[in-house]
């Protein structure tokens, strides 16, 4: 089975801060990486996609990702009261479909 | 969610009973998928399609069928539905079968069964 894993949180930052959140993934063969972020009663809408190694900023955000370590990362910048959400990782897999992590909820406090 | 309609978006249920939950995308995109999302489980995968009549299972197929036969609609059914099968269920699309580009998913349909 291949698995996605995600600290389920809440992660809570202060605003202005910077929110890290974190996904490990199992699959070495996985060559996409996606991060979506879900308000409450809402559906997932994507924020950024990394595909090689390194860093990729769009923003306040910067998506990480480190295939050796299998481990991909989104930071969030000068955090404010609306980036309050759920945030989902999601990697391809050998078929080529999207398996999601669980969401790790983060709470930004005004 | 433009692009991406899912009908109903709320519906109560009683067991036994067969539903269907329709997606209808005027994206022309090739790819459909049928997730359910519940705490604790995240987003599992039920069904997709990669064409007109072309449809394969995910990892959480059983009690579910589907049916494709627009390119525009994607039509989830639950044959007789149960309690473990309340939900939200979310229809996504893609351009292109290596996700470059990730899936855009429509509002979801809360589905009770009672």
């Known amino acids: 089975q291949k698995e996605v894993e995600q600290n389920s949180g809440p992660l809570s930052v202060p605003e202005g801060a910077i929110a890290s959140l974190n996904c490990t993934y199992s699959d070495r063969g996985s060559q996409s990486f996606f991060w979506y972020r879900q308000y409450s009663g809402k559906s997932p809408e994507l924020i950024m996609f990394i595909y090689s190694n390194g860093d990729k900023e769009d923003g306040r955000f910067t998506a990480q990702l480190n295939k050796a370590s299998q481990y991909v990362s989104l930071l969030i910048r000068d955090s404010q009261p609306s980036d309050s959400a759920t945030y989902l990782c999601?990697?391809?897999?050998?078929?080529?479909?999207?398996?999601f992590g669980g969401g790790t909820r983060l709470m930004v406090k005004p | 969610d433009a692009g991406i309609t899912q009908s109903p978006r709320h519906k109560v249920t009683e067991t036994g009973t067969p539903v269907t939950l329709r997606c209808h995308q005027t994206e022309n995109h090739r790819y459909m998928y049928w997730y359910r999302q519940d705490p604790g489980h995240g987003l599992r995968l039920i069904h997709y399609s990669y064409g007109v009549k072309d449809t394969d299972k995910g990892e959480v197929s059983d009690g579910y069928s589907v049916s494709r036969s627009k390119t525009e609609d994607f039509l989830l059914t639950l044959e007789s539905a149960t309690s473990s099968q309340t939900s939200v269920y979310f229809c996504?699309?893609?351009?292109?079968?290596?996700?470059?580009?990730?899936?855009?998913f429509g509002s979801g349909t809360r589905l009770t069964v009672v």
């Open positions: 999601a990697v391809n897999n050998a078929g080529n479909m999207l398996t």
């Open positions: 996504a699309i893609s351009e292109t079968e290596g996700n470059n580009y990730g899936y855009t």
